[in-house]
């Protein structure tokens, strides 16, 4: 006879068993490495002898490094894309939102970039940048300009990727604040209307408040994926760029931990990278307690 | 002019703005495009050429013995194919159980997988490289495969958020009928979700398959080489000679799985993606 009793016990072992997997994946391989990492950073493990403690040793070096200085400034300073791209695309979801034709075909178009290999593109972008005969510096000859070699000079190389990663991200950004601009309910746009409110009020006061979640949400990730770029450096600016101008702070852990393998100092860095993102993601956690979850 | 006049004035500028922004975006693409099939005197045109006079194919014939193409395109397959497919089946079970099924820590198990998301790869890769070193996994595909296959978080939060609006009601009438509790994962709930898996599974597809970072960490020779690697080393052997129809032409073809992946299914992707963000 199958008593209620019984039928939970089974519940509770294959409940279990069905979750083993990702929890066991959890454990293996991101708590043991991060730990293992944090003990690292206090270690001058090489990856090959010894790990002897060194207390704080690697972090007291890390700040009068200059190249991780430079690499943490790089990594901030392209994020500046971040405002350029929402800007962008939050008006060209409000422009696709409305009645005209050819929306579906627009959406796909806008989002080709974002699918595309990175390093396909990245290929492609490097050759666009090209001094001498770049598709860039071929646009702007049209209207008479020379441009720079834009990644081999330390001041252009920085705007270049900014470029880069706004045109990779938009598609992305403007699907997601499309999403959000159609669940904007018309009632209160018609309402606004008879009320006689401008376009710009209506924007400010409707539009603004109803996206601002997926804002603070785009704002988060892209935080989180931006201070993680690399494969547009790696591929671009092998050698971190000129001066080391264009090296990301991941672009640097990887150098110093599979190059030059201090694997202890380059722990020390990647745990500065986990706790700014740590950082970063709880923020959002509050934030989104404090937004009220409508029931699902 | 009346209202219905300016909003169709209006529509229409916005309809230019947007064609022409469409353009911008596709271009990089369409130039990769065109450049594959120059000329090569063609490729340094003052003004650029966009279609060239004739059309050359030969690059892309080319492209197989000049490097392991098709080396790449297969560890590439095999290390996408293995992870997706393993790994969408244990995510999928897992959001199953954390969804309909009861036991004792289920959300607090459920909380720890999803606060490991905080945690990025960056901040574990160096452990990580040096365990399967010590396996001597590396220069294998096995660190890009193994742990994929004990599944994906996103894809669990995913399926569970799709999971809590089906029902109880139908899970429970199952399990009075006696059917195991793996049955009603694949005959009952698996079928109402098939949707959203293969939507996540696309998007984790496509997420493999570009990767970067893992693979250059792990592959070393070029025969266990993923295809992004092959093409950022044509991309470093080939600028020198400035052969750039020939970088171009392995770059389409790196892009050209994914993209017909999209566009045959760009409906449901753009749906995951803008509910997974929309609701994040």
């Avoid at chain 1, 999403?179 to 904007?184: E, F, H, I, Y």
């Avoid at chain 2, 969408?88 to 079970?93: A, C, E, Q, Y």
Wanted: glycine share 6%; proline share 5%.
């Amino acid at each position: 006879m199958i008593t209620k009793s019984n039928l939970y016990r089974k519940e509770k072992i294959y409940g279990y068993l069905f979750i083993l997997p990702p929890i066991l994946g959890l454990l293996i391989f991101t708590l043991f490495p991060f730990v293992y990492s944090l003990y690292g950073s206090f270690t001058d493990w090489d990856g090959l002898g010894q790990m002897n403690f060194i207390g704080f040793d690697n972090f007291r070096d890390l700040f009068t490094d200059e190249l991780f200085y430079k690499s943490m400034y790089n990594t901030l300073f392209l994020m500046l894309g971040i405002p350029i791209g929402l800007v962008l695309a939050l008006l060209l979801a409000l422009g696709l939102n409305r009645k005209i034709p050819g929306t579906t075909t627009f959406r796909v178009i806008y989002y080709i970039p974002v699918i595309s290999s990175l390093a396909a593109v990245s290929i492609m972008w490097n050759w666009a940048y090209n001094g001498d005969y770049g598709l860039v510096n071929q646009f702007l000859e049209l209207f008479g300009i020379k441009g720079p070699n834009w990644l081999m000079d330390k001041d252009t190389v920085k705007p270049a990727l900014i470029l880069m990663t706004v045109w990779k991200g938009l598609g992305y950004t403007m699907l997601l604040y499309l999403a959000a601009l159609q669940s904007v309910s018309r009632s209160y746009y018609e309402a606004a209307e008879l009320d006689g409110a401008s376009g710009f009020q209506m924007f400010r006061n409707i539009t603004w408040p109803m996206v601002k979640p997926v804002t603070f949400f785009l704002v988060v990730t892209n935080i989180i994926g931006g201070s993680q770029i690399f494969t547009e450096m790696n591929i671009m600016t092998p050698t971190g760029g000129p001066e080391y101008s264009s090296a990301s702070i991941v672009f640097y852990i990887w150098d110093k931990a599979f190059k030059n393998l201090q694997m202890g100092y380059a722990s020390a860095m990647a745990m500065i990278l986990g706790i700014f993102i740590f950082i970063v993601t709880l923020i959002q956690f509050k934030m989104n307690e404090k937004s009220s979850f409508d029931g699902d | 002019m009346s209202h219905s006049q300016r909003t169709k004035v209006t529509n229409t500028i916005i309809f230019i703005v947007l064609a022409i922004g469409a353009i911008v975006m596709i271009a990089p693409l369409l130039w990769m495009l065109s450049t594959s099939v120059k000329e090569k005197q063609d490729v340094f045109a003052l003004p650029p050429v966009w279609i060239p006079e004739v059309f050359q194919f030969g690059k892309y014939k080319e492209i197989w013995e000049a490097g392991p193409l098709l080396s790449g395109i297969k560890n590439s397959v095999i290390v996408a194919v293995s992870v997706t497919v393993v790994g969408t089946f244990t995510s999928s079970v897992a959001a199953f159980a954390f969804a309909k099924l009861r036991f004792p820590h289920k959300n607090k198990l459920f909380l720890a997988l999803i606060a490991s998301m905080m945690i990025p790869y960056p901040t574990v890769m160096i452990p990580q490289f040096m365990m399967f070193s010590k396996l001597g996994w590396v220069d294998t595909l096995l660190p890009l495969i193994v742990p994929g296959l004990f599944g994906n978080v996103v894809m669990i939060f995913f399926l569970r958020q799709y999971l809590l609006s089906v029902p109880d009601a139908i899970i429970e009438a199952a399990k009075i009928d006696g059917s195991s509790y793996f049955r009603l994962y694949s005959s009952i709930t698996f079928p109402l979700i098939k949707p959203a898996v293969a939507a996540q599974l696309i998007l984790w597809f496509m997420g493999i398959w570009n990767d970067y970072l893992a693979p250059i960490i792990y592959l070393n020779s070029p025969e266990t080489q993923t295809l992004q690697l092959v093409i950022a080393n044509f991309n470093a052997t080939y600028a020198i000679q400035t052969d750039y129809p020939l970088i171009m032409a392995a770059s389409i073809i790196a892009l050209l799985p994914v993209l017909i992946i999209f566009l045959i299914f760009q409906k449901q992707i753009i749906e995951s993606v803008a509910i997974s963000g929309v609701k994040g």
